[in-house]
């Protein structure tokens, strides 16, 4: 993930060092992938509070995109700063692989999609005529590393099949989106679990209940639910929610459709529509809104794509 260089930025870090540290007194609001983890009644202003996600979101939804450098409430400041691929390999047998995938590719027949990932190009082909032509997004190719882990991000060359359709997709982020806002923002990350309560400096438990994440304050029984369009962050560690709960979700990550090629690599639309032609994704295959929607309507389940 790209740095940030702004005095905006700045701010931001700092807020979110200001909100874990104040875990120890109340329960803080958080970072996230798409904001701040807040409660009611927290002793940031309204306003403040509201700037502050906002800023935020314009942050650190960037994890899976380098477009927006800084924003304020509903304005961004912008600037194209994503890398976009060229035509490089690791080895010998790396050049041979791409040759291989882009033969296999030039060779197929039939309805099929064909995906260029230098090229930025995703090509629906029906026997000899190209039906639509389309400019993606594709992965960095780069790789994270976290806590002795490392995770290696490419869109992968070779054959693949679109095996579902999907009209609003929610995206359930792995965990390697949170080791990046982790690793980003300078957090600890810790894993809850169903069932076990975690006990916070101030007391505070944050604890599962059902299929919602939340805490309970010192001295109360009652369960205050987490906001759900923001991660969760107290005493400087960020917290992964269980799978299946309403805080393992985000809605809108993945545009208004997908084409779901196996192994957690999509087609797929993006609020981003500015990083399309450059080297961002995780892994996936990002698009216009209406190239997408395209697709959704007019390439049945079954479909081969040849990516190379």
């Known amino acids: 993930m790209h740095k940030l260089n702004s005095p905006l ?51 650190a939804r960037k994890s899976d995109d380098n477009d927006v450098t800084a924003a304020v409430g509903d304005t961004a400041v912008t600037s194209t700063t994503a890398e976009t691929s060229v035509m490089t390999f690791k080895s010998r047998k790396d ?20 995906v260029d990932i230098f090229e930025k190009q995703l090509r629906v082909v ?14 960095k190719t780069d790789a994270l590393e976290y806590g002795g882990r490392v995770w290696k991000f490419a869109t992968p060359r070779g054959v693949r099949t679109v095996l ?6 929610i995206w359930t982020p792995p965990e390697w989106h ?14 809850l679990e169903r069932g076990r309560a975690v006990k916070l400096k101030d007391g505070t438990k944050l604890l599962t209940q ?11 029984t009652e369960f205050v639910p987490m906001a759900l369009d923001e991660h969760i962050v107290f005493d400087n560690t960020l917290f992964i929610p269980p799978a299946g709960t309403k805080s393992r979700i985000i809605q809108g990550e993945l545009g208004h459709f997908r084409l779901d090629m196996g192994d ?24 216009h809104d209406e190239d997408i929607e395209w697709l959704y309507e007019n390439v049945p389940v079954g479909t081969k794509v040849y990516l190379y």
């Open 210 to 220: 059902g299929d919602e994440v939340g805490i309970m304050r010192p001295g109360e």
């Open 164 to 169: 579902r359709k999907d009209r609003d997709p």
């Open 9 to 59: 930025a700045a701010t931001a870090l700092l807020l979110v060092s200001l909100t874990a540290t104040a875990g120890a007194q109340r329960p803080a609001r958080a970072a996230d992938s798409v904001g701040v983890r807040g409660l009611p009644g927290d002793t940031l202003s309204d306003a403040g509070h509201n700037w502050f996600v906002g800023l935020m979101r314009k942050i």
């Open 178 to 191: 949170f080791a990046e806002i982790a690793a980003e923002y300078d957090l600890k990350l810790k894993q």
């Open 95 to 114: 050049s041979l692989a791409f040759e291989n995938a882009r033969t296999t590719a030039e060779k197929s027949q039939g309805f099929r999609i064909i």
């Open 126 to 139: 029906d026997g000899n005529d190209t039906l639509r032509t389309a400019p993606i997004a594709t992965a």
């Open 264 to 287: 957690g690599y999509m087609l797929h639309g993006t609020p981003f529509q500015k990083s399309i032609g450059a080297a961002v994704t995780h892994g996936c295959v990002r698009m």
